[in-house]
């Protein structure tokens, strides 16, 4: 019996060894789940062209940036190159979970490869990090059907009749029907910096963070910031023209459902939204009177990992993914990515299949982000900066008063800024 | 009339208090398993407006495909392997540390007991952080390892085994060893045998204390390939948090398990577990 | 014979070793690496600091916040929890025909583990499609914000604890109350007192003993509950749930500020003892009238 037991306990703990203790050559990449499949193609032919072999793991969004911050504090050597949402940078150079990509690109003329927003997203203390490898952007559907019923014209997708916060606000009260869950406007990323950054931008409040990305001072609080955080208490408590507690990702089931006016979100909603089946249209996102068009971007990049010991073979990856207009054009092309690659850019504005939809959201989503994207705020701090002001936005929401709230805000990401001063 | 009434109201209050309560007890239980079941429209649609079908469970098992194509398997897997270790590993060592508590006066018996009935004392949370910052010193961080070893070693277990085994008459020990059977075979096939009750019971609650640990998964093993259930149905409540009838049928089958083998051995459980006995 | 002196420390080792190591020394970690913290600036590195980081929470708002939200949940969610208890356990005492499946059902939270108890309540609890505004709705009560709500959400998650954790203390009082020998309620019973009076003069005195011990376990346990907040409200709204041990969690795990997060574990066991120690003294004083 005992014997029984401890050659079971033994095989046991066998199996029990460290996670990621894999024998192999191959360099691994760590992606998103929702790039493996455009991506696996690319990185075969990689290997056939280089004969570096690489193996892609993959994860859904929240697992990616865990994992990389467990390997990173294993100093795993075992990682080739990592995914990078472009907001963490900063956080991952300064860390030393990427390496520069600078001295690979040499002689390039980096903005004439990508386009200029992304290029500035990938950089981080005057050189190039984690080059792009696509982009995405922020544009405003509505539902036809429940603007008609309301007799409101839909918004446009030109800029000189680009709507504002304060048009669609009074638009939104007629739509609203409590009785019926009608909901006059929501938000994608309803609560988060990502979306709503594009609310103070456009009241000229700027990002939240000074420039060196090490200070919010005044940051938060100055007039546009008050503005903006005005706004978003008021949809939600004076002028009830929002749905409280509703998380991020459940709001696009709601227009989907019929039940939005107005839908400010990512462009990639609109498959679903066609899927769904609803009568709706896509215009130009809103701006505050008087105030500048600004919209939330997010790109994704590439970057070599700051612990690797193949950093020049993990290079010629990145390089060749992100900066062959090939893989761009096919990324784009096939798997509706907002590209950041100009060849593909170009391809968007020539193409007469951009012309009708679904895929002129696209040509509109690229104009949006040549015009009107704003990069988010540059802080080696930014995990602590979004979680503090993405609790912030759901405290106003939920009815806690703007001054009090980024007022207390500012204090506390100061202070969680002083380990990186 | 009256004479009856007074006589049987608090027999009515009673079943009434009593059926108050167990309605607040069961209905969270009867709404997931019903709605595992079910679409997401048919949940929500009898809920506003309410209506009692909201109980009844509806025919549609495709929730349940959904969550293990969800890679919901391999927390169940990996969850099950944790916790049959930590049993195996959990009796022995326990039981031999109780053995010696009970059966043995040595210098030092009565601190040494002590100090095991005060780490029970000590809630598991209070160290999980630091406990994770060592993990990580000695390499264990983010493997098995670290949701195995550190909760082999349970004073709760030593104690139960150590009460059992100082009932144990002297006259049949002392019998063995003028047999000139070693301490080791009195403790392996003498008195373990003789302790299946507690067996059952601590082996019980050493997996149950696995199959239900979250915080300390969370945090000392978070890559995805590791993870146990409770983490596995937390991030899918948080992530999937649009599709209840998926978190429903994860939340039925993390809560159906273990609620099995407590049923099975109620008695055994709930006395390792307060030291009542149940009648 | 031989001798065995050695077998008992041999016996005792693996399961002492573990102990020492996962369960006490932890606690001395935690107040050494209090003293240190991470930066990544330019000087960068990890540093002794000494007791900065204690000073830092004492000027820090978040952490008085902290404080009170965890005094607030102590001081509501320990006697409810206690009273239901009781109160079951007076209920489940009585003999019924039922009443072994009836105590078995009253019994199944304690078989759910708390993350499961917290996302089914979550759905429950939920503003808009939750099963619990569906039911108030019926009897006319207009949608409740629940866990939105900075003034309800404590209260929403002294609900789900309580619905998971009740029946297990209330095991331990029914014990309790099974070992109070029939005939002094017999007795009382004779001189002419109802309920209430066995209830004040037999069943709460020499009850004693096992309520100190649940008071003394059960506050212990609710001073590190932190599943409802991981899962729920990250600690909002406004921070009203934000407990020391979630704050514990969120500077070390979010926010990566381990030295942080060590001190507030090393004050929150601190206060935790002394809480215990207080009520130990407080109500354990009179051991002699037990008997």
Redo the contacts between chains.
Sequence with gaps: MIRKSLSIATLAFAAMSPAHAQESDDLSLLVGIWAVEPLTPWVEQFTEETGIGVEIQSFPFRDLLQTIEVRGSAKADDVGAIFVDAPLVPSYAVRGLIQPMAKYLEGADLEEIWAPATVDAGSWDGMMWAPPLNNSSQVLYYNRELLRAAEIQDPSSEESGRITWEELVENAKKITDSEQGIWGMVFDQISRYYQLQALPESAGGGSGVSDDGLSVEGMLTNDGWMKATQFYYDLFNTWNIAPKGIAPGQTAELFAAGKVGYFVGGHWNVSAFQEAGIDFGMALHPYFEGGTPVTGTNSWHIGIWGHTNRADEAAQLVKFLTASPEVALDYTEKHGQLPAHTAALLNIDISPKYNNMPKAGMKLATYEAANSAVTRARTPAFLEFEEIVNNSFEDIRNGGDPATVMGEAEQRIQSAMRRYR | MTGWWSKSWPVMAWYATVAVGLIFTIAPFMWAVAGSFKDNPQIFSEVSPFSLMAFVPGTDPSAYFAIFQNNFGRAVANTVFVSVISLAAGIIVNSLAGFAFARFAFPGDRILFAFVLLTFAVPPEAIAIPLFSMMRQIGWFDSFWALIIPGIANGLVIFLYRQFFAGIPKELIEAARVDGLSWWHIYWTICMPLAKPVTIGAGLLLFVFQWESFLWPLIAAPSPELHLIQVALARFATEFSVIWNQQFAASTIAGVLPLIFIFLFQRQFVSALTGVDLK | MRS??H???L??A??????V???????F??LW?SLF?????PAGGRSFVGLENFQ?LFE???FWRSVKATAILTIIINPVQIALALG?AL?LQ?K?RNIRL???????????????????????L??????I???L??IGVSPQ?FL???AQAIWAIVLIAT?KGV??WM??L??GL?DIPKSLYEAIRVDGANWFGRLRYVTMPLLRRTLLFVLVADT??N??L??PM??LT?????QTTNVL?YE??RS???????GR??AI?TL??AI?LAVIALQVLVLGDRRGQDK
Aim: charged share 10%; glycine share 10%.
């Design positions: 065995d002196k077998v008992p420390y016996f005792l693996p399961a002492l070793l573990g102990l190591l996962f369960r006490l020394y932890p606690i970690l935690a690496e913290v991470t930066g990544f600036g830092f820090d708002f978040v079951l209920l009585r019924s009836i105590r078995s059902l009253f019994l199944l939270p304690i078989g759910v583990a708390l993350p499961i108890a917290t996302v089914i309540w979550g759905l429950m939920n503003p808009n499609q939750g099963l505004n569906g039911m709705d019926v914000p939105t709500s900075e619905w029946a297990f095991l331990f029914l014990a099974e212990a346990a001073f590190v932190i599943v991981i899962i990250q600690g909002g709204p406004r041990m514990a969690y070390g795990f979010i926010f990566q500020d381990f997060s060590m574990v929150l066991t935790t």
